[in-house]
């Protein structure tokens, strides 16, 4: 027998589970009522229905219209909408963790867990993981390209599948964590005009046989590490405060929500 266990927010004379904060993240993605009631399966009158019964759930405007401009207007989740989003994806991770905590006393009982999370568990050898905002999304039906703005003046953008993208349910304005490996990144004393390429100051660097590892300040208390040959940063010779860039494919961020 499998257990399967599920979040949902109940009020009076309404409930919202997974199916209708999908409808939310959709929105936040799509831009608009109607796509995001195409992305979940709903007639354009349901999706409305279903966010004017999340507003009322909630007592707060989850979703705003917007109207003229060069696209005919459109809608966008507000601080609230993007909250509730947030909220049950943290409350899933709660409780699949505590789930997984659970599963060794459920052994020989014949009760199976049905919907295990472990990636709300995984660590990382990822040395960046750097939080940022989602502050725009390019889809189409195989891969996504996301903007994450880490600062108020540095965006980095990362390419995920689409599948990925309606998996971690990112929208404008969400919080995410971009990891990336130390040795994906590259040092250069010019910007790169392909891929990402950060302006940054060389803080520190630790000096070993074959790899040396820079630490970069990015701005408002980020910072970035990058591993590099040592014969390479040698010939660079790089000194602290050095003004430098950091290069790094968008195919080699991986996002994470909480």
């Keep these: 027998m499998q257990v399967q266990a599920a979040v949902s927010f109940e009020g009076r004379r309404s409930i919202a589970g997974r199916d209708r904060i999908r409808l939310l993240e959709a929105v936040g993605r799509e831009g608009s009522i109607s796509a995001a009631a195409r992305a979940v399966g709903l007639s354009y009158k349901a999706a409305w229905d279903a966010i004017d019964g999340l507003n009322a759930l909630f007592g707060r405007t989850l979703v705003e219209a917007r109207s003229g401009g060069a696209n005919g207007g459109g809608a966008q989740l507000t601080r609230s909408g993007i909250r509730v989003v947030e909220a049950l994806t943290r409350l899933e991770g709660e409780l699949s963790r505590a789930l997984n905590d659970l599963e060794p006393d459920l052994r020989d009982s014949g009760i199976a867990l049905a919907n295990r999370a472990p990636g709300f568990m995984l660590r990382t050898s990822a040395r960046n993981a750097l939080r940022g905002v989602v502050a725009g999304i390019e889809a189409d039906a195989v891969s996504a390209q996301v903007a994450v703005a880490l600062t108020a003046k540095t965006t980095i953008h990362t390419i995920i599948t689409r599948r990925s993208l309606d998996e971690l349910g990112l929208c404008r304005g969400r919080d995410v964590v971009a990891l990336i490996k130390a040795s994906f990144i590259s040092v250069t ?7 990402n390429s950060i302006r940054s100051t060389l803080v520190r660097k630790q000096t070993g046989t074959h790899d040396t590892e820079l ?34 494919d968008p195919r080699h961020v991986i996002l994470a929500v909480d």
């Design 189 to 195: 004393r010019q910007r790169v005009t392909r891929g």
């Design 215 to 248: 630490i970069l300040d990015l701005g408002a208390g980020k910072r970035l590490v990058a591993t590099l040959d040592t014969p390479r940063v040698k010939a660079m010779n790089l000194k602290k405060r050095d003004l430098v860039w950091a290069a790094f």
